[in-house]
C-alpha cells in the first residue's frame, strides 16, 4: 500500500522566513496531494492541494512542488508569520476503490518573532 | 459550504463501557466517511472507510469488532468503541467526501475520548 515519508520532523525559523517541508510517496499511481495545517486539538485544515497533472501551485505566501518521477512533493511557506506556528501534514491519495489518504507523520512548525 | 460536525466533542468513560460518537455531513450528501485516530504528538491514521448503506472497510490491525461503525444515511455516520480501555484514549476525527468531489475530504473537529 501507499506509505508516505515527511521531513523534517520539527522546524524552527525566524519570522520572515521561508520554511520547506517534503514528502515522498511510494504509490506512483497516487493522484492528489493535499498539505494540511493542525492547530492543538483542532481538526486538520486545507491550506494548499495539488493534482498529479499539475507540477507546481501558489496560493499568496504558500506553495506546493510535485515531482511526479521522483515522487516527491513539497509545501513551501515564504514571509513567515508566527500565526504559522503549528503541524503540518502532507497525505497522498490513493487512486480508485474509497479514494483514501495516506498521511505523513506531521512537521511542528515552530516561527519565533 | 462543506460543514462536518461531530458529536460529542470530548467524553469521559469508565473502562468497560461503549462510547457512541457521531460523524454528520451538514450541507452535503457523503458518500463515503473516513474515522481516523490521533495519539498525542502523532499522525492521523485511517481506522475505516464506509460508503452509506454497506459495511466498513477496516485497515489492517484494526479490530472492526471494537470499532463498530455505522453509515446508516447519506449525512450520518457512527462509530461505537466497545467494551473501551486506557489504550483506546485518543482524539477520534472523522471526514467526509461528496459526491461532487473526487479529492477533497472535509474533516469534523474530533472527538477527545478518554477512558479511566
Known amino acids: 500500500g501507499e506509505n508516505v515519508e515527511q521531513h523534517p520532523s520539527t522546524l524552527s525559523v525566524q519570522e520572515g522566513d521561508s520554511a520547506v517541508i517534503k514528502c515522498t510517496y511510494s504509490d506512483s499511481a497516487s493522484n492528489y496531494f493535499p498539505w494540511y495545517k493542525q492547530e492543538l486539538g483542532k481538526r486538520p485544515q486545507l491550506i494548499i492541494d495539488?493534482?498529479?497533472?499539475?507540477g507546481e501551485k501558489k496560493d499568496q505566501r504558500i506553495a506546493v512542488t510535485l515531482n511526479k518521477t521522483a515522487k516527491h512533493f513539497s509545501l513551501h511557506i515564504t514571509e513567515t508569520q508566527p500565526e504559522d506556528s503549528a503541524v503540518y501534514f502532507c497525505?497522498?491519495?490513493?487512486?480508485?476503490?474509497?479514494?483514501?489518504?495516506?498521511f505523513g507523520a506531521g512537521t511542528r512548525l515552530a516561527v519565533h518573532p | 459550504g462543506a460543514v462536518v460536525s461531530q458529536h460529542p466533542s470530548w467524553v469521559i468513560c469508565k473502562s468497560g463501557t461503549s462510547v457512541k460518537i457521531e460523524c454528520r455531513s451538514l450541507d452535503f450528501q457523503a458518500t463515503t466517511m473516513f474515522w481516523y485516530r490521533q495519539f498525542p504528538k502523532q499522525s492521523l491514521m485511517l481506522m475505516a472507510t464506509s460508503n452509506e448503506g454497506s459495511k466498513a472497510t477496516y485497515e489492517q490491525g484494526v479490530e472492526k469488532d471494537k470499532f463498530l461503525i455505522n453509515h446508516a444515511s447519506l449525512t450520518l455516520s457512527t462509530l461505537t468503541v466497545t467494551s473501551a480501555h486506557p489504550e483506546d484514549s485518543s482524539f477520534y476525527i472523522c471526514?467526509?467526501?461528496?459526491?461532487?468531489?473526487?479529492?477533497?475530504?472535509?474533516f469534523g473537529p474530533g472527538t477527545r475520548l478518554t477512558v479511566t
Open positions: 471526514s467526509a467526501k461528496s459526491r461532487d468531489s473526487p479529492y477533497e475530504q472535509y
Open positions: 497525505a497522498a491519495k490513493t487512486p480508485g476503490g474509497y479514494n483514501k489518504l495516506i
Open positions: 495539488i493534482r498529479s497533472n499539475v
